[in-house]
């Protein structure tokens, strides 16, 4: 691995990135609208304060994997993956390259949609905003190191799309964001334990309850940042050419 190559595999990305505005609107401003939405669909500043949190961690992964599964099917099909390996780029300054150029944009998206919330929405929480921004980015990393991984297994855009519901339906559902995960039934309940979303779930959840940093958020937050590392393992693992 080449820290060199690395910085260049991920200003050709953020490079690309910028010159596609729709992608640029879906990261930035899509989030953003979603809460403006959220907060008027429930017109209650209660039940906002209370889901809203969740949310700010739930749409920038929902968003990031889906962007960057995609990206990276491009990658593959215009044959532009093909040519890169060719190359001395290894397989951990592609992937490393594509993690810090998005990581970038998932904080960028971040800010953003937390500003919108607090600033013009006028969320309340007990812990700061700053904390909710840092796991914010942390969901949203999660969501591209696994739109990575799987982008393996598809051989088309629409595939890429098609395991939305696959890989992150289920995480929402069992989450915790609808109901109390305890209060799920047993077996559902042991699933969403080895979901990660539903430990970026809790952590923005402690933020909500409480005004100080607690072992359990820092828990929840480790085991998702540990989640995205072993998914960019697994992006890695399955990063293959076309032809040898």
Known sequence: MSARITAATARRVLTQ??????????????????????????????????????????????????????????????GTLERLLTTP??????LLGYGIAFALAAAVQAVIACATAYWLLDLNTSGPAWLVVVIAVADATLGM??????????????QAVQFMPAFVLPQLLL??????????????????????????????????????VTGILVRDLAIVGGAAVAAL???AATLRRRTE
């Open 89 to 94: 780029l290894g397989k951990l300054d592609l």
């Open 175 to 212: 989450c915790g964001l609808f109901t109390p995960r305890e209060a799920m039934a047993g077996w559902l309940e042991w699933i969403s334990n080895v979901l990660p979303m539903s430990y970026a779930v809790d952590a923005l959840n402690e933020v909500t309850a409480h005004a100080d």
């Open 17 to 78: 990135l910028l010159r596609d505005r729709r992608t640029v609107a879906l990261l930035l401003i899509v989030p953003s609208v979603l809460m403006v939405l959220l907060r008027y669909v429930f017109n209650s500043e209660q039940l906002f304060d209370r889901l809203a949190p969740a949310l700010l961690g739930v749409f920038p992964f929902i968003v990031m994997f889906l962007v960057t599964s995609v990206a990276m099917l491009r990658e593959r099909t215009s």
């Open 233 to 235: 393992g697994l992006a």
């Open 145 to 158: 190191a696994l739109g990575l991984w799987v982008s393996a297994f598809a051989r088309t855009e629409f």
